[in-house]
């Protein structure tokens, strides 16, 4: 009989990465009854959205074999601090913690005989890769964006490496960028989003370089998806690179009643809204927001709009849900509206993927929603608002031409509000029923089942597994 082996899931904080984490637990101790995972979790001082209580309750009866652990809540004073310089000091704080609990736990595994056989950490955490070299194991990263996006990074930290350079000369340079995991050149613009500023660059350089020090990379993507870049990443200077996804959440709760959302969405016709949603950190001040009611007016589409409270200026938080939408919207906007569009706060994004009458999505372009869309064959029109958002539209447009595009001018400073006009084009294309682009679309959502249920990342998980048991 195979000795047990234990796996130390380490998360960032956010739905986004908690949710894939959870859904590679689940599909490792699914496919081998010796694996079991502990699942770290952080969360942020301003993050108050969990709607079913703490996450051990969420999660507790998912598999007898994953063990989620809330890592204490830290309070950081985050007056004057960038985003960049918060998250290092919050992820670093949270190492004697996880040693505290890493320790106990192969204290603990004594007696029941598991091994702790690695570290899996996110993408942000490989500050954590210190820890796990203290207790003697191996670091895998998970990495919850695509294969295009790592080699950006992997390639980007490689040229500043062996060539003495600074990311600043690349931010400064103002030219295009050609790299291996891209077919086209990145236009200058893309790199300037994807690093606000130069202390993001060096984070985000920074957390490349460890990577090279980890036994292998699990990647939420398909071959079938992003052969290109997959392979660009083979070249023998990268980690193993492991394709396992799409790793979703596609579970549905249908002992619950349906919500007043989906209600609506029964009485309309078959691929007739379209649904915009701009993920957990996704908002616009109001002379944005009056310019994409006057799209949806002036589209003449149904539509399914997601409309977020911006959090308070110079505060790092969540937006929230607007106690009365009213006062940013155009005047009447609801009432005229109200026979063919609803607005709402939070959305429950996968179920409405998932309806038969959503016919476009109109997406910030965050990976785990481009997959969800890509699942249900859902066409997207990209409006990247932040991080390597930029960077996933550019591939949907421009390299897998899976998306149309609403906005793709790479705005540093996301100052500029984009006109009624250009958004309602972008509304047009998406929704348009016989384009090329659906038909590609569908296409796609059936290569990512297939990946999953016995193809290439059925098997890449299983190479992985195979390095896990040795």
Not at 138 to 153: D, H, I, K
Not at 241 to 255: A, C, E, F, I, T
Not at 387 to 403: D, M, T
Request: aromatic share 10%; charged share 25%.
């Amino acid at each position: 009989m195979k000795e047990p082996r234990e796996l130390v899931f380490i998360t960032a904080p956010g739905i986004g990465h908690l949710v894939s984490t959870v859904e590679i637990a689940k599909l490792l101790v699914d496919r081998d009854d010796q694996i079991l995972v502990t699942i770290l979790i952080m969360k942020f001082p301003f993050d108050d959205s969990n709607p079913k209580g703490s996450e051990e309750d969420y999660y507790s009866s998912i598999s007898p074999r994953i063990k989620f652990i809330s890592l204490p809540e830290l309070n950081i004073d985050t007056k004057g601090m960038g985003p960049s310089a918060f998250f290092k000091i919050f992820v670093e704080n949270q190492k004697p913690i996880v040693t505290d609990l890493v320790t106990k736990l192969t204290e603990s595994q004594s007696e029941s005989k598991p091994r702790l056989a690695g570290f899996v950490i996110d993408m942000f955490c490989t500050t954590m890769i210190d820890v796990a070299n203290e207790f003697g194991v191996p670091t895998y990263v998970f990495f919850t964006s695509n294969a295009a996006c790592l080699g950006f990074f992997l390639h980007l930290q490689a040229i500043c490496d062996e060539e003495n350079k600074d990311v600043s000369e690349f931010l400064e340079s103002g030219a295009d960028l050609s790299l291996p995991s891209f077919i086209n050149p990145l236009p200058h613009g893309v790199l300037t989003s994807v690093f606000p500023d130069k202390e993001g660059a060096h984070a985000f350089l920074n957390h490349a370089r460890r990577f090279r020090e980890t036994k292998g990379i699990l990647v939420n993507t398909f071959l079938e998806l992003e052969s290109h870049a997959l392979h660009s990443l083979s070249d023998g200077k990268v980690p193993p690179v492991y394709p396992v996804g799409p790793l979703l959440n596609l579970k549905n709760d249908d002992d619950q009643p349906k919500s007043d959302i989906l209600e609506w969405l029964e009485d309309q016709p078959p691929l007739s809204v379209v649904f915009l949603c701009f993920g957990s950190m996704g908002s616009f001040a109001e002379d944005q927001v009056k310019e994409i009611a006057c799209a949806l007016e002036q589209s003449g589409y149904r539509f399914l709009w997601s409309l977020r409270q911006p959090p308070p200026k110079g505060k790092i938080a969540f937006p929230s849900d607007y106690v009365d939408a009213k006062a940013v919207l155009p005047e009447g906007f609801l009432d005229r509206t109200v026979g063919i569009g609803k607005t709402i706060g939070w959305a429950p994004q996968i179920d409405i993927l998932a309806h038969p009458s959503i016919g476009g999505f109109v997406s910030h372009c965050g990976w785990n929603s481009t997959l969800e869309s890509l699942w249900y064959g859902v066409p997207i029109a990209t409006w990247p608002m932040y991080a390597e958002q930029q960077l996933n539209a550019f591939g949907l447009v421009r390299e897998l031409e899976l998306a149309v595009e609403v906005d793709m001018n790479y705005r540093k400073d996301g100052q500029v509000v984009l006109s009624a006009q250009v958004i309602e084009k972008g509304i047009r294309q998406v929704m348009k029923q016989d384009s090329d682009i659906r038909k590609k679309v569908k296409e796609t959502s059936e290569k990512s089942k297939k990946a999953l249920r016995g193809g290439s990342s059925h098997s890449s998980l299983g190479y992985f597994i195979d390095q896990i048991i040795l």
